[in-house]
């Protein structure tokens, strides 16, 4: 049974803090920063310890946009801040992999967060950095109280007086669904957070695959676009209208290529470099559909919750990342989008959000 956290549903830093300490009022199970548009993960999170008093806060994820030694000094210090902190580290975004009919206007939506793009730093090769990226800041973390430690590694070093803080007190945990990545989380970090538009099944697959061979515990998270409506019609529209919007990024239509074959794959494909983009969403199997983004109402939406056995901890996000970049895809538009953000947020917070 999973527990419900939250994650950016806000969209100022005065929201947030409000959202924080409801959060912790509704009895969420935790409260997670994130490195995206307008957030950066490392302030928020200190807010968040902030205005809350036991709530366990997250960070899914901090992107390596800051030098190994900055991530762990700024953890470090978060640390102190009550010993509730989760880090999560990620590879970041590639903007080679955004390759579809409507170009510029994708990369506006997506280009702030690519590696590259938004930040002038390498994302290739992914796994190799990650593994260097970690190995740099847990060393810092984890090295005996005041002791220097130092690694060279061909992507990064790292030379910093060890913290001496343990995996139980400070675990870190890794961003992704890729298989080699969640493999490599198996192997060294504390646990995985996968993201949007993650198949039900397939984080089930990555996660068995991660722990196979562990003997120690393994945090899991997803974060989990979610259409709301009272009218469940209405919410699974808005729901396929967002998997078709997404489906112009190459890593999604892997997914539906794993989950549906090569035929599947390729007619959406096709259908979206025509520009056909209501019969792509329509292609899209609603099976797939619904297990990439979590269809629900209001009063359903707990229990639903509840049933996300595949990971611990479900953080739901609002449908709109993806079919606001394609205008009218559906019927879907801005009013859909923020209507979906304010549904979650009352799920969410409920009765305990207030000015």
Known sequence: MALLGTSILATSTHEWMRHCRAAEEAGLSSVWAADAFGHDCFVDAALALQVTKELPVGIAIAMPTRSPLQAATAAASLHELGGRLTLGLGPGHSEEEIANPIGELMLRVVGPYTNRRAHGIPYYPPVERQCEYHACVAAALRGPKGELVELRGEHWSIA????????????????????????????????????????????????????????????????????????????????????????????????????????????????????????????????????????????????????????????????????????????????????????????????????
């Open 160 to 355: 910093a007086l060890g913290q001496g803080i343990s995996r139980d007190e400070l675990p870190i945990v890794f961003g992704g669904l890729a298989p080699r990545m969640t493999r490599l989380a198996g192997e060294v970090a504390d646990g995985l957070v996968t993201h949007l538009l993650a198949p039900r099944e397939l984080i089930a697959r990555r996660i068995a695959a991660a722990v196979a061979d562990r003997d120690r515990p393994f945090l899991t998270a997803a974060g989990v676009e979610c259409s709301l409506h009272a009218d469940e019609r209405v919410a699974l529209r808005r729901a396929r209208a967002e998997v078709g919007a997404a489906m112009q990024v190459p890593h999604f239509v892997a997914r539906l290529r794993e989950l549906h074959g090569d035929a599947a794959a390729e007619r959406v494909v096709e259908l979206i470099a025509a520009r056909r983009y209501d019969e792509a969403a329509e292609a899209v199997p609603e099976e797939l559909v619904r297990s990439m983004i979590l269809v629900s109402t209001p009063d359903r939406f707990r229990a639903d919750v509840e049933a996300y056995a595949e990971v611990e901890q479900v953080l739901p996000l609002p449908v709109g990342q993806f079919f606001l970049a394609v205008p009218g895809i559906l019927g879907t538009g801005p009013a859909d989008a923020a209507e979906s953000r304010e549904s979650i947020v009352r799920a969410c917070f409920g009765g305990a959000l207030r000015p």
